[in-house]
């Protein structure tokens, strides 16, 4: 067959409806694996499928080719059911070299299909990735559908015409490995087709090259016979509405904008770059025309402080970062718990301790987060559940820190903020305003005096007439605001920094569960990113009928109303954490609940069968 | 700007807090504290529109006094602070008050940064030479081999000037005065007030509890003729009783030289005429080896490029020109969407 064929062609391939899958593209750095990812997860959003994608890359820019390390991993789950994770293990590993097979083999399910690049495992390859002997000519592979095609000579042969040198030629690797998949799961090519256009267009050689790949590898799939089916994944019953695929870091993003709209107040972030955290100050620098304003700092501590000046003149300060950054803007978060000021520090956790795995997941600055200052310094933490929740959770974060004057955090982490899943936009409309009020009126002013129902200072901001007066982080006389070292005013107003936090527990919605019963034999209680993978383990162990439920804090500090409540209900409370059970002491001090801990910290999220396994385990000891 | 502008002619008195003010008797910091007080009237502005930020230091007590809005904030960070509030509030006329560790030690990044934004704000930097507050360590502006409780065999450290360090790292507008010096004081503060950009003025002050007398060497009334330059520009670089010494470039070496001025000595044509817009000027004056060279006291430096708030508004203003006022409901939509 000469001519391209396009997607709505029929053809007498047989299609087997399938319920979904999960397929992860591996290469190394330089393969495109995540563009790759990115446009095979944008089809099947837009055939509807409910999803959700994990990217797994090396922390290294551009690390030696063909090496383990550089190897270059998207995971992406679809389905014509509901989608909580990634998926555990795939079935379909596309590994575009010898290091690629070598670093994901051991995750691919028992006889899933392994599609191999065999243009790759040449000797100096093969060594590289550590291979004595090259595992497609010994029987390591046995147990696997194994399509071993020589993607590169494939590549080259249809981008030949398009004068590009050999080199440019290779990287149109990616594209032909996605036309290929495109033709195993029915889908189109004509939103890629777009996309290669709109991503290339000033180079027309590009765009002819990649689209040329595309084709090839579309069509390789009808001609090669080397596949008795393709697939097709209906699309999911999900609510009616308008969707979007969506990151947690765009989410958080636009969740602090949406925010800061809702208040009627400029945003200024400060941020210094770290990963998993400087796509925030990314998409926020795009924004100026909603008032927002973005200022790569000199480092962390400039970055919290400015955000906090920010504040203290009347506009929102936010500063996002991940954990080193976090440790070194502690003092900065002091100082505004002191001076009673709004700020949002949004956290997006990564591996630590120091440097640790800048580019994998973890949920270690729990501990961090709440109990991280010198002194008695409460703030408010919470924390988002998947990429679209960053959305809700960083409007929640604004409404709080505004209506209490204090900073808020928002835990996040590398996990939710590479990950993606559709998400149903939210109509503005319904988005409810956050009332802000600056003092104006001087009659009896004084800095610290307090709302006696949020007992949130009065915010007076410079350039108010007849309300001159200096905050600082020495000790505030509660009756006057002005320095003072007593030591009943000091104990006072301690107490009264800590109430405040307190009390912000009347005022977000109580626990519930996200599935089972309100009481029964075991509680899974999770915080953070750990969402999706618990709640699935739960529902196929309710399934198998275990006596088992699971809820999801969203809110640390303070914990909910009745949390307390919840676990008694419970004859155990199973606490599973990718940390070595920091919630669970948070639990145990507050509630004195033998809750059991299941930690993990290996910078990959839980999967659905290790917290299975476990609550199994549980349950029957 | 016209808000800013003060509509009721304003006193020293307007600009005292009910506050004790709790320096040490003697301190150098009351008579900084007064000047300030005396000049910022002149400069109309209302007090609501004032902000004063400091970092932590007996200096850094500053705001507390000042009846303006006010923020005393965290060891070093006032930098950082006064960048958030200007970046909010342009038209806010923001004052630091540092010391030299908070603004050198522990902040001297901080320091550097807002010196090469050229953020319009106002700096005056406390410089006694120690770390008055933590009750007298060497502080980054202690001379070699300073001896404190910190360090009893005297410090190894090479201290840095204050003003070098900020000709250094491209600072707009640089001055130096002195404590008790109050006319020159009051002068260099209408020059930094009037600059549109970071002004930067080092004070020399006395600290009389923890390193009296440290600038005695130059600041006594016996000896200040001979021992300090007042630079002002477009004038000759004289001093001296008699104004008969002057400082001249030497072309070989592009080293400043000492030289009697006139009788038995060189012609005024010879001696180096001040241009504060040169930051080469500054920068040799800065660096002059005391005792061989008289201290230069008065604007070292002074030149015009954009600030940082001017810019930034700029892109802002640029960004709504041709975007629009933001929507949200278009922004959340994103890329593509799809409709169930
Ligand atoms: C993070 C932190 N470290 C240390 C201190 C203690 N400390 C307070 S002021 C100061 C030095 C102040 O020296 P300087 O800036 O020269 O001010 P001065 O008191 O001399 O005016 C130090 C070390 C502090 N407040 N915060
Ligand atoms: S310790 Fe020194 S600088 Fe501090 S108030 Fe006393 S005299 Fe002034
Ligand atoms: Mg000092």
């Not at chain 1, 070194?328 to 301790?353: C, F, N, T, Y």
């Not at chain 2, 509509?7 to 506050?19: G, I, S, Y």
Request: glycine share 10%; with cysteine.
């Amino acid at each position: 067959m000469n001519e391209a064929p396009s997607s709505t062609s029929p053809h007498d391939f047989p299609r087997e409806v399938i319920r979904g899958a999960v397929v992860r593209f591996a290469g190394d750095s330089g393969d495109g694996m995540q563009v790759t990812g990115d446009q095979f997860t944008a089809a099947a959003a837009l055939a509807r499928n409910d999803l959700a994608t994990f990217p797994d890359f090396p922390a290294e820019i551009r690390a030696p080719t063909g090496t383990t390390y550089g190897v270059s991993g998207f995971q992406v789950h679809f389905s014509s059911q509901d989608v909580f994770t990634p998926g555990d293990a795939p079935d379909v590993l596309v590994a575009m070299n010898p290091a690629a097979l070598k670093t994901n083999l051991r995750d691919l399910k028992k006889g899933g299909v392994l599609i191999l690049n065999s243009g790759t495992f040449n000797a100096t390859n093969l060594k590289k990735a550590g291979y004595d002997v090259n595992p497609l000519e010994d029987n390591s592979l046995e147990g696997y559908t194994v399509l071993s095609i020589d993607i590169t000579k494939q590549t080259v042969a249809a981008v030949k015409d398009t004068g590009l040198s050999n080199k440019e030629a290779h990287r149109c690797k990616n594209f032909w490995t996605l036309g290929l998949m495109f033709w195993i799961y029915s889908r189109p090519l004509e939103p890629t087709l777009q996309w290669i256009e709109s991503k290339f267009g000033k180079r027309s050689d590009l765009v002819a090259a990649n689209i040329a790949a595309l084709k090839a590898g579309h069509a390789f799939g009808e001609t090669a016979e080397v596949f008795q089916h393709r697939y097709e994944v209906p699309p999911a019953p999900v609510e009616k509405g308008e969707y979007r695929n969506i990151g947690g870091n765009t989410a958080t993003a636009l969740g602090l904008v949406a925010a800061a709209q809702l208040a009627g107040l400029p945003l200024v972030l400060g941020a210094y770059p770290i990963t998993p955290a400087s796509d925030v100050l990314h998409e926020l620098s795009k924004y100026k025309q909603f008032g927002v304003t973005t200022v790569q700092a000199e480092d962390e501590i400039a970055a919290v402080c400015l955000a906090l000046g920010a504040s203290y003149a009347g506009n929102l300060g936010v500063t996002s970062t991940s954990g080193p950054g976090m440790a070194l803007k502690m003092e900065g978060i002091g100082l505004a718990l002191s001076v009673e000021l709004p700020l949002v520090i949004v956290d997006i956790q990564r591996g630590g301790p120091s440097t640790g795995l800048p580019t994998k997941t973890e949920q270690a600055d729990l501990l961090q987060a709440v109990y991280g200052r010198n002194s008695e310094g409460p703030v408010c933490v919470i924390a988002a559940s998947t990429p679209g929740n960053c959305f809700t959770m960083a409007i929640e974060a604004v409404r709080l820190a505004l209506k209490y004057m204090t900073p808020v955090i928002l835990l996040t982490d590398g996990y939710l903020a590479n990950g993606a899943e559709p998400w149903k936009i939210p109509n503005v409309a319904d988005l409810p305003k956050i009332d802000v009020k600056f003092r104006t009126d001087p009659a009896g002013f004084h800095p610290f005096l307090r709302d006696p129902a949020t007992l949130a200072r009065n915010w007076a901001i410079p350039g108010t007439p007849e309300l001159m007066h200096r905050v600082g982080g020495l000790e505030k006389d509660y009756d006057s605001g002005h320095i003072s070292y007593a030591p009943d005013n000091h104990e006072r107003m301690v107490k009264a920094r800590a109430a405040k936090i307190a009390g912000i527990a009347s005022d977000i919605p109580p626990l519930t569960m996200e599935v089972g019963d309100d009481s029964g034999k075991l509680l899974v209680l999770g915080w953070g990113s750990t969402y999706g993978a618990i709640r699935e383990a739960v529902q196929r162990c309710r399934d198998r009928g275990l006596s088992v439920s699971h809820a999801h804090l969203r809110y640390l500090n303070p914990f909910p109303q009745n949390l307390g409540e919840v676990l008694k209900r419970f004859e155990r409370v199973l606490v599973p954490e990718l940390n070595l059970g920091q919630l669970v002491k948070m639990l145990r001090s507050a509630y004195l609940v033998p809750a059991e801990s299941l930690a993990k910290v290996q910078g990959q999220p839980f999967k659905i069968t290790e917290l299975e396994e476990k609550i199994r385990q549980v349950l029957e000891s | 700007m016209s808000d800013l502008i003060s509509p009721t002619k304003l006193t020293k008195k307007d600009f005292e807090t009910d506050q004790d003010v709790r320096w040490c008797p003697g301190c150098g910091d009351y008579s900084i504290l007064a000047n300030v007080q005396r000049v910022m009237p002149e400069f109309g502005i209302a007090r609501e529109n004032i902000v004063w930020v400091s970092g932590i230091g007996c200096s850094s007590r500053f705001p507390y006094y000042m009846n303006t809005y006010g923020f005393h904030t965290i060891h070093g960070r006032a930098p950082a602070v006064a960048l958030g509030i200007k970046v909010a509030n342009p038209e806010l006329s923001v004052w630091l008050a540092t010391g030299d560790g908070d603004g050198l030690s522990i902040g001297g990044n901080h320091l550097m940064h807002c010196l090469r934004r050229n953020l319009d704000v106002k700096i005056l930097m406390f410089n006694n030479r120690i770390y008055g507050l933590t009750k007298g360590q060497y502080s980054p502006t202690s001379e070699l081999g300073k001896v404190t409780k910190s360090t009893p065999a005297g410090s190894v450290d090479q201290p840095v000037d204050p003003a070098s360090f900020a000709l250094g790292v491209n600072a707009s507008f640089v001055a130096r005065s002195i404590d008790t010096e109050a006319q020159h004081l009051s002068d260099v503060l209408r020059r930094a007030a009037a600059h549109v950009g970071t002004a930067f003025t080092e004070i020399y002050q006395n600290c009389n509890v923890f390193n009296d007398g440290a600038f005695d060497a130059f600041t006594d009334k016996a000896v200040r003729a001979e021992r300090q330059v007042r630079v002002e520009h477009g004038k000759p670089l004289l001093f001296g009783a008699n104004n008969d010494k002057g400082l001249r470039l030497n072309p070989r070496t592009l080293a400043l030289e000492v030289v009697t001025v006139g009788d038995g000595g060189v012609a005024l044509s010879e001696v180096l005429v001040h241009d504060e817009t040169n930051p080469a000027f500054g920068q040799l004056l800065a660096r002059m080896p005391f005792p061989e060279f008289p201290v230069a006291i008065g604007v070292l430096h002074a030149s015009q490029r954009p600030t940082y708030d001017g810019t930034l508004r700029a892109q802002q203003k640029a960004a709504r020109e041709k975007l629009g006022q933001g929507d949200l409901a278009k922004l959340l939509r994103g890329g593509s969407t799809w409709t169930i």
